[in-house]
């Protein structure tokens, strides 16, 4: 085998600041050849980003950095400032989490893209412009010529991080180091970019790393995996076997823990406990805390494990040959819950309507409308579940917030518990939020940074004047032990948590007035697979502890079909599909619907699911498509399509109703869709 792109040996990274030593990374190893995907996975605070910033040479002054990395024959560690800032140039090529901080919003997208050839002397300045729509045209931006001179925020999510691509791409680089490069996409878009990553890199054989916390991309993706917890590396191996024959308990745990959109209906397994932090790290092996097999080990609580070989994996682990094989993998059994959905509605939107005008010149002139939201009907029992999925700006979060009373309707109606509600008056929409709350997706901003979270829990209580009512500090206290926290931490400040506490006591704020219904915006998209997964665990403990009704607006379709008993599908604006769980999962008859479904990624690399890659982006609600909105990216488009909206209307023989022309099972237009994929 010839020598590797990159080669890390006995890497250690540390930050000194005001409390001290911070060990990020402990003694990596790890190698990358050409034409070569290595995943590296692992929960937030593992030291994957800092390796791969390490890796770039981009670490800050304050940290001390160990060991050797050589990309390309060159010394990484301990380089000047100069063949850094050269070996970025030639040899390396980075894809940050977000493309919208990686993007100069004052610079043109096309002078971006070329400006580190400038840089480095590779273009002339009379070559940068047409090198520039070259390079857009490769990563499949559309009218490249004219969108070279737009800037950043004109582009959408996903062309931004084309964008980004192509720059990392340009001087072909001889390693991509790509971090978290998909996880603010929607699920069509990040196919989309998935697919153009690994034909690019194809195209000009560079080794590549891959750092995600989504094990479906990264098994669909990778060769090979590099596994952290506690900043080293706990197992390698090629990507079969380490999801199908975990030697680790974490990894082992991670799989289970992942919601899987092929599993049985059922409870996930998340991981007890939280990920430690770095200047926290447990004695022994750092895993111990919350290992199935090692918790009450001596040996795991007092000896680190070495780096050894077991059947064809590395392994960080005393016991490696008692880790459960991958049949014990599986999502454990749950009882089913009663059923659902029948009688009175708690909640019914009958064509909703919400329209912002776009005013322009001195006379602020409506001169177009964007109808984000444009005739939603929907229904909720008590004690159900109604999924809300699609891709962003398809209108989901803004029928949340009308439904709460937090953006004025424009159309259509809103009754909770047979009251109308839409644009209603303070007096009554402070009624009906007494009994219906909402939980945001951001954990970190839907928290008063100054209020102890025991006050902010309290605040709705005192808001409505029912402190005492309700049983003041014994209330406050139960609902923490609700949420799965002791009400001992009530004092503390939000910034002493973790991302997955803070989402607790979100919840535990929105269920301090006993309502009826939760609408749940996105609330597990910011958070780790295993911090995840208790989430969703705790939502379906207390909806049959309580009776609670959710409306569960997510993008993640593994989450939705383990959350929901019913789910509807939108797009720009509009419900195209309408079913209960069972009958949309397993036979989806909307196009939308089955691209959706056959983008997600599946923690399978035998797996060769079929899937439809979608064209283009979702469009504009300011100017939508005429016809069928979906029409310009359906693989089932015809001529009636691009002129007459189709109705939304059950479909017969099926539970299903959907908004499509040509609406049927995709077997039955195989060829169709299979030119699309």
Not at 658 to 670: N, S, V
């Amino acid at each position: 085998m010839p020598d590797p792109v990159l080669t890390i040996r006995s890497l250690s990274v540390t930050f000194v600041g005001p409390g001290g030593i911070v060990p990020a990374v402990r003694g990596v190893d790890l190698e990358v050849h050409e034409n070569e995907v290595v995943g590296i996975v692992g929960e937030s605070g593992s030291g994957k980003s800092v390796t791969a910033l390490a890796v770039a040479g981009l670490l800050p002054p304050s940290a001390r950095v160990t060991g050797s990395i050589v990309l390309a024959g060159r010394e990484v560690v301990g380089a000047p400032r100069e063949a850094l800032r050269l070996m970025r140039g030639q040899d390396i090529g980075v894809i940050f989490q977000d493309p919208t901080t990686t993007l100069n919003p004052l610079m043109p997208v096309g002078s971006q893209v070329v400006e580190g050839e400038l840089a480095h002397g590779r273009l002339r300045v009379d070559e940068a412009w047409p090198r520039a729509v070259e390079l857009l045209r490769e990563v499949e931006i559309a009218d490249p010529a004219g969108r070279a001179a737009q800037y950043p925020h004109q582009f959408s999510g996903g062309m931004r991080q084309r964008a980004v691509i192509a720059m990392a791409m340009a001087g072909r680089p001889k390693l991509i180091v790509a971090d978290e490069p998909t996880t603010a996409l929607d699920v069509t878009v990040q196919a989309q970019v998935l697919a153009l990553l690994a034909r690019r890199q194809a195209a000009t054989g560079a080794a590549a790393i891959l750092i995600s916390h989504d094990l479906g991309l990264v098994a669909e993706v990778a060769h090979r995996v590099a596994v952290m917890y506690g900043g080293r590396i706990v197992e390698t191996g090629s990507a079969h076997d380490i999801f199908k024959r975990p030697r680790h308990p974490y990894t082992a745990a991670l799989l289970k823990s992942a919601p899987r959109i092929e599993a049985a209906e059922g409870r996930l397994d998340p991981i007890p406990g939280q990920p430690p932090t770095p200047t926290d790290l447990p004695a022994g092996c750092s895993f111990h805390p919350r290992c199935a097999i090692g918790a009450h080990r001596p040996r795991c609580r007092a000896e680190e494990p070495p780096f050894r070989s077991v059947a064809a994996h590395g392994v960080a682990c005393h016991f490696a040959e008692e880790v459960a094989a991958p049949a014990t993998i599986d999502a454990p059994a749950a009882a089913r819950r009663p059923s659902v959905g029948q009688g009175e509605a708690l909640l019914e939107v009958e064509g909703l309507k919400i329209h912002f005008p776009i005013k322009a010149g001195l006379l602020r002139r409506v001169i177009r409308t964007v109808r984000a939201v444009d005739g939603v009907s929907l229904r909720i029992a008590p004690g159900e579940t109604l999924g809300l999925v699609g891709e962003s700006g398809c209108g989901k979060t803004t029928t949340g917030r009308a439904i709460m009373g937090l953006i004025p309707v424009t159309g259509g109606s809103i009754r909770f518990r047979g009251r109308a509600i839409e644009n209603a008056g303070r007096d009554v929409l402070r009624e009906a939020r007494r009994e219906m709350q909402y939980v945001f997706q951001d954990p970190y901003s839907s928290l008063n940074p100054m209020l102890a979270v025991g006050d902010a829990v309290a605040e709705p209580l005192r808001i409505h004047g029912c402190y005492d009512e309700m049983g003041g500090a014994r209330w406050i206290a139960r609902l923490f032990e609700m949420v799965g926290l002791s009400p001992s931490v009530a004092h503390r400040q939000p910034r002493e948590f973790s991302g997955g506490q803070k989402q607790r006591i979100g919840i535990a704020r929105a269920l301090a007035l006993k309502p009826r219904l939760l609408i749940l915006d996105e609330p597990v998209a910011s958070l780790d697979v295993s911090i995840q997964a208790q989430i969703v665990n705790l939502l379906q403990d207390l909806q049959r502890e309580l009776g609670l009704a959710y409306l569960f607006i997510a993008h993640d379709l593994s989450v939705v079909k383990h959350m929901s008993d019913r789910v509807a599908v939108m797009y720009l604006g509009r419900i195209v599909e309408q079913s209960d769980k069972a009958t949309l999962y397993a036979s989806p008859l909307h196009p939308y619907t089955q691209a959706l479904l056959s983008a997600v990624p599946a923690p399978d690399p035998s797996g060769r699911r079929r899937r439809i890659v979608l064209a283009g982006e979702i469009p504009n609600p300011a100017s939508p498509p005429s016809g069928c909105h979906f029409h310009p990216r359906c693989f089932r488009a015809g001529p009636r399509c691009a002129v007459e909206p189709p109705t939304f209307e059950p479909q017969p023989g099926s539970p299903t109703l959907r908004a499509c022309h040509f609406a049927g099972p995709l077997e039955a237009t195989r060829g169709a869709a299979g030119a699309a994929s």
